[in-house]
C-alpha cells in the first residue's frame, strides 16, 4: 500500500500484521532501502519475519533524483523522510512509540545511522547491512549511548567501510579517549562478503529486537568531559539535530553549523549535556556552543 501526506512530500510501502486490530499497540520496524531499489522491494525481504513477530512494517521512499541514489547527509528532507513517516503511522494506527526500529541498508543504512543518532530518543534500537558510517553518523557516535545498535557487514566491503565501521564500534566499545564505557553494540561481520543483503541475519535482529525498548534516562543525559578527552556529551552540527530525550535547544550557534559535510574531521561541534540531582533538587546543564 502507498500512502502520502496529504498528497504532498514523501511517501512509504506499508504492510500490517495480519492480525492486526486497533485495539492494541504495535511495535514499527521502518526500513530503508539501498541505493537504486524500490521500498516495495524491502518490503518483501522483511515481510515474513515482520508478520510472525507482529510488527507493523513500513519502507519510506527516500531516494530522489536530486541525491543520484546517495544519501547526502541534509539536514531536513531526507531526516523529515523519516520523521514524518513515523508521524503518519502514529495518526493512522495503534502504534507502540516505545518499540519503534530503524533499519537500513546499502545508503538506506548509512542514512539510517545518521536519523538514529540525530534523534535517538524516537528510537528502540537501529539496525543495518552494509553501513559505511561517515560525516554525521561518525561524529554523533556519543549519541548512542542509550540507543542499541546491530551492524551487520562483510569483511569484503572495502578498505573505507571496513576501516569506518572499525573506527565507529571502536568508540562504541572503549568509549573513545575515556576509560572503558561500553555502549550497547553489536558488530556481526560475514568473511569475504561484501555490502550484500544477509537474508539470515532478520531472524537474529527480530530476536535482537524482541525484548528492547525505548530508552527514557531520567537523571543523567550523558557526562561532561569539559575540554578532551571528551564525556558523552551529546554533539549537534545541525538546527534540526536539538532534541535529545528531556533536553532540547531552540539556539545553537552560528560558526557550530556545519555548512558542509566535508568540514566534519576539523569541526568543532555544539555539545550539551545535562545531569538532575535529586538529593539538591537542582539540574545541571552544561552547554558549549548553544546560547
Do not use: C
Not at 18 to 43: A, D, F, Q, T
Not at 54 to 79: K, V
Not at 204 to 229: C, E, S, V, Y
Amino acid at each position: 500500500v502507498q500512502l502520502g501526506r496529504n498528497n504532498r512530500g514523501p511517501t512509504y510501502s506499508l504492510k500490517l500484521p495480519p492480525e492486526y486490530r486497533h485495539s492494541r499497540p504495535y511495535p514499527v520496524l521502518i526500513v530503508l532501502h539501498k541505493e537504486g531499489e524500490k521500498p516495495g522491494e524491502m518490503i518483501d525481504k522483511w515481510k515474513d519475519q515482520a508478520a510472525e513477530n507482529g510488527y507493523i512494517l513500513a519502507a519510506p521512499e527516500w531516494e530522489t533524483r536530486n541525491n543520484n541514489g546517495l544519501y547526502t547527509y541534509g539536514d531536513n528532507n531526507e531526516h523529515e523522510t523519516v520523521l514524518e513517516t513515523i508521524r503518519d503511522l502514529r495518526r493512522r494506527f495503534q502504534v507502540d512509540s516505545d518499540r519503534v526500529f530503524l533499519f537500513g541498508q546499502g545508503q538506506g543504512a548509512n542514512m539510517a545511522h545518521d536519523v538514529g543518532l540525530s534523534h535517538p530518543d524516537l528510537f528502540a534500537g537501529v539496525s543495518s547491512m552494509g553501513v559505511n558510517p561517515e560525516f554525521h553518523a561518525q561524529g554523533y557516535w556519543r549519541s548512542g549511548q542509550y540507543l542499541p545498535f546491530y551492524m551487520v557487514t562483510g569483511t569484503s566491503s572495502g578498505k573505507n567501510y571496513e576501516e569506518n565501521v572499525h573506527k565507529l564500534f571502536e568508540n562504541w566499545v572503549s568509549g573513545g579517549n575515556r576509560p572503558a564505557h561500553s555502549y550497547p553494540m553489536l558488530w556481526v561481520q560475514y568473511k569475504n562478503r561484501g555490502a550484500d543483503w544477509f537474508g539470515g541475519e532478520t531472524v537474529n535482529i527480530f530476536d535482537w529486537m524482541r525484548a528492547k525498548r525505548r530508552a527514557f534516562p531520567l537523571h543523567q543525559l550523558g557526562t561532561d568531559g569539559l575540554g578532551a578527552p571528551f564525556g558523552d556529551e551529546f554533539f549537534t552540527v545541525r538546527p534540526t539535530d536539538n532534541s535529545f530525550y528531556w533536553l532540547t535547544t531552540d539556539n545553537i550557534e552560528a560558526n557550530r553549523l556545519l555548512a558542509t559535510v566535508k568540514l566534519w574531521r576539523n569541526f568543532k561541534a555544539a555539545s550539551i549535556t545535562a545531569t538532575v540531582d535529586r538529593a539538591k533538587n537542582e539540574i545541571r546543564v552544561s552547554t558549549a556552543g548553544i546560547k
